[in-house]
């Protein structure tokens, strides 16, 4: 998180509470700011048609990019951190109205017709009683919210002091090729025992763990518009095409697919 970032202020959409009112939508440009740990009612969808949220919720970080969506339920404490310019929208729902919805946080691939169905919503005044239409708009938006799956970009953080020191050494350095014992050893602890914290607090080994970092830098990247090959350079790999291929391994398609797949 940058020191240089201002403090966001949570707007309040999230906290009213109105039935009448079953989904509010929201849009605004944000520049280097972090709003800080925060819940409310409403659930939310919080996604970006350009820029970079980094999201904190339960020790496990997410990033919101134009390829992605983040789905928060209703009070669930979490964090956002826009990196440079971030077109924002969110959608926060009404606690009557999320029967049906997931009741857990996660990232997932966003479709185009969901998409506009986020940009229409966003459209309508909320100051204004709701027409018939825009609640048929809100229905089909609430099955299709019903209906999201979560992808396997988001990365598990911990507050256990000593891994807490390790996880920090490698969210530093994303490229680093040292092996767990490097990290034991600086860490003042054996190999085994680092491995262990890792099952135990991250619900991964080590290796898996720095696979899952380098593939959400990667999705935060491609978000950015960086070439493929530059990303795989970044990352510490020796040809894009093994980056290619532990990319392809992991979410099932290429970098490139993974791409056009999220254009409008």
Not at 223 to 245: H, M, N, P, R
């Amino acid at each position: 998180m940058n020191n240089d970032n201002q403090t966001y202020k949570v707007v309040d959409f999230g906290f009213q509470v109105n039935p009448e009112l079953p989904i509010i939508g929201y849009t605004e440009k944000v520049t280097n700011a972090v709003c800080l740990s925060h819940s409310h009612p409403r659930a939310q969808l919080i996604y970006a048609t350009s820029g970079v949220m980094n999201v904190v919720v339960d020790n496990q970080i997410w990033v919101v990019n134009p390829l992605q969506g983040l789905w928060i339920p209703g009070n669930t404490e979490h964090e956002v951190s826009f990196q440079k310019d971030v077109n924002l929208y969110s959608v926060f729902i009404d606690p009557s109205f999320v029967k049906g919805l997931p009741v857990a946080s996660f990232s997932f691939d966003i479709s185009v017709f969901l998409k506009q169905l986020v940009f229409k919503i966003i459209s309508f005044d909320s100051n204004q009683p709701i027409t018939n239409s825009e609640r048929r708009i809100m229905d089909v938006f609430l099955d299709e919210m019903a209906l999201i799956e979560p992808s396997a970009t988001f990365l598990p953080t911990t507050n256990h002091q000593r891994l807490k020191n390790v996880v920090q050494l490698l969210l530093n350095d994303v490229a680093s090729k040292y092996t767990i014992e490097y990290y034991a050893e600086i860490s003042s602890m054996s190999s085994r025992t680092l491995s262990r914290l890792f099952i135990k607090e991250l619900g991964m080994n080590f290796s898996d763990w720095r696979i899952r970092l380098k593939l959400l830098e990667a999705i935060k990247r491609l978000g950015e518009k960086q070439s493929v090959k530059e990303i795989a350079f970044d990352l510490g790999y020796e040809t894009t095409s093994a980056f290619i291929f532990m990319f392809k391994k992991h979410l099932g398609k290429t970098p490139s697919n993974y791409i056009l797949e999220s254009i409008e």
